[in-house]
């Protein structure tokens, strides 16, 4: 096989992720890794610390737009950050320490789970928050944006947060034993238990998945897994297709691509069990 | 809360602003870097700790290998071998990993300065975490 036939496979998975990412509103990392790691050969320790970098890459680029148009909110997404940075830490040494097969058997579950939840989960454009709670009103968590289809200013709050933190906390544990970045966690948490409104639920989600996932993104560089022929392309790819999927976001069903994107995460997701499982290598 | 125009409409926090602006010069400042090393990298312009045909037969094992069969060092040490094209990559993505860092030490001074000490511990906090992760202390061993 030629030496640039699998970075150049990556390249256009990963560019063709971005694009279905896009538009099934999911993050790149949660369907990167899966694919990746299981349908390429490259060993899922470089995956995941791609899968984060990827992540991360998109999240960084996202950042600043979001945060100018009011729509991510840095005072909501710093708290649960915190959290989530610790603990993404510990799943980043325990991930790197399980064997290969541990690895893929959990990540298959991880990934069939996810993959449930997104079919399974509602969701609230506005959800109805009577009173925020005790500790996001002493912190000061709350704010207002303006709704750009209708001008109108939303005003927020948050209900429940300490049980916020602590779905944080286990959303980052994962996230940094799979490298899959959180954004398919992130978003049910912020608008269903927090009760934030959907968009700013998603915006905030996309731009603290930089913060949660550098922190294991560090242990994995530190601990040798960045492969400059793996990571690269990556990138590139993902923010290519994010790029075209935003510009196709007007004219496909979101419907139809969520299908997709549920179907890609079950096959993914089955795949890498069996592999796990040494059912199917 | 967030600060609110005479109009009426919300206006963006100024701490926002500044992460914003941070995050957006950062991101703009590890893409060129990590272009340009991996080209200098593909391109064979600099020699590489592990030979860029070589790779492809390292690739498929556990990091644990790989590290052993490249005698690729842990943590920092890469960083006195940075003139290797491969390591020289390590500085964008570097970047890219310390970008929010940057943007957290840009507005603890706005938090202190509005004398908002909750979110002041909060950065503290997240940028003590962040230097421990980046610091090489926490690596994995096998």
Redesign the interface.
């Known amino acids: 096989?030629p030496?640039w036939f699998?970075p150049t496979a990556l390249l256009v998975v990963s560019f063709a992720l971005g694009v279905v990412a896009v538009l099934g509103g999911v993050g790149g990392g949660v369907l990167y890794v899966p694919i990746v790691g299981c349908f390429m050969?490259?060993?899922l320790?470089?995956v995941r610390c791609a899968g984060l970098?990827v992540a991360?890459?998109g999240s960084?680029?996202a950042?600043?737009?979001l945060?100018?148009r009011?729509l991510a909110?840095?005072?909501l997404a710093?708290?649960m950050?915190?959290v989530a940075?610790?603990s993404s830490?510990a799943g980043?040494?325990i991930g790197?320490?399980l064997s290969?097969r541990t690895v893929e058997t959990a990540m298959g579950l991880t990934i069939l789970a996810i993959a449930a939840v997104m079919a399974l989960a509602g969701k609230s454009d506005y959800p109805d928050v009577a009173r925020s709670d005790r500790l996001s009103r002493?912190?000061?968590i709350?704010?207002?944006?303006?709704e750009e289809s209708t001008g109108s200013?939303i005003v927020w709050r948050i209900r429940r947060s300490p049980l916020g933190l602590v779905l944080f906390a286990i959303i980052g544990l994962m996230a940094g034993m799979f490298g899959v970045g959180a954004g398919w966690a992130n978003v049910p948490v912020l608008n269903l238990v927090l009760g934030t409104p959907l968009k700013l639920a998603v915006a905030t989600s996309k731009f603290m998945i930089?913060?949660t996932d550098?922190?294991?993104?560090?242990?994995y560089?530190?601990?040798?897994?960045?492969?400059?022929?793996?990571?690269?392309p990556s990138?590139a790819g993902i923010m290519l297709g994010s790029v075209l999927g935003v510009r196709l976001l007007a004219v496909v069903r979101p419907r139809r691509v969520r299908l997709i994107v549920l179907v890609l995460l079950a096959t993914a997701g089955t795949r890498a069990l069996l592999k796990g499982l040494n059912i199917w290598r | 809360m967030n600060e609110t125009a005479p109009t009426g409409r919300p206006t963006i926090p100024p701490e926002q602003a500044a992460y914003a602006r941070v995050l957006s010069v950062g991101c703009a400042l590890a893409a060129v870097v990590l272009l340009a090393t991996f080209a200098v990298y593909v391109l064979g312009l600099r020699p590489a700790h592990v030979p860029i045909h070589d790779v492809p037969n390292c690739w498929s094992m556990p990091s644990r290998e790989y590290l052993q069969a490249t005698k690729t060092p842990l943590g920092w040490q890469w960083a006195t071998e940075v003139a290797d094209s491969d390591f020289a990559n390590n500085v964008g993505i570097c970047l890219l990993a310390g970008i929010s860092g940057l943007a957290y030490l840009r507005v603890a001074p706005i938090f202190l300065r509005k004398r908002q000490f909750a979110f002041l511990a909060i950065v503290v906090a997240e940028l003590l975490i962040m230097l421990v992760a980046a610091s090489g202390l926490l690596v994995a061993r096998h």
């Open positions: 096989m030496l699998w050969p490259f060993h320790d470089f970098l991360l890459a960084v680029a950042g600043p737009g945060l100018r009011g909110d840095l005072r710093m708290p950050a915190l940075s610790v830490i980043a040494l790197l320490r290969t002493a912190i000061g709350t704010g207002a944006y303006v200013v930089a913060v550098s922190t294991a993104a560090w242990v560089i530190n601990s040798g897994t960045s492969l400059p022929l793996v990571i690269i990138i």
